[in-house]
Nanobody, 120 residues
Framework: QLQASGGGLVLAGGSLRLSCAAS????????VGWFRQAPGKEREIVSA????????FYADDVKGRFTISRDNAMKTVYLQMNSLKPEDTAVYYC???????????????WGQGTLVTVSS
């Protein structure tokens, strides 16, 4: 199970840090990351990390603003979001075990969403 937290309301230009903790097994060997879904839009990949290697991916519109990191001991992945924009407003979901090529997430590997609202 994945437990996400850290969403909230923030002004444009502000920052938030999302956390996603694995309640049972570790993330070792998995791809772990964050997706988001804005109202009326499809869910999209935001950022991902290969847990065992540290390789990262960022969607073009968050590069330079968001940073994904991991804490092996805490079995937690973080998403530091800086310089937030109103268009970052969405429900953010953590996920694990997905394909690095297609971003397909198998059933049961989604965490619950956490709402991020950025006001202008």
């Amino acid at each position: 199970q994945l437990q996400a937290s850290g969403g909230g309301l923030v002004l444009a230009g502000g920052s938030l840090r999302l956390s996603c903790a694995a309640s049972r097994r570790t993330f070792s060997g998995y791809n772990v990351g964050w997706f988001r879904q804005a109202p009326g839009k499809e869910r999209e990949i935001v950022s991902a990390i290969r847990w065992s290697f540290g390789t990262t991916f960022y969607a073009d519109d968050v590069k330079g603003r968001f940073t994904i990191s991991r804490d092996n001991a805490m079995k937690t992945v973080y998403l530091q979001m800086n310089s937030l924009k109103p268009e970052d407003t969405a429900v953010y979901y953590c996920a694990a075990g997905f394909s690095w090529d297609t971003w397909y997430v198998p059933p049961g590997y989604w965490g619950q969403g956490t709402l991020v609202t950025v006001s202008s």
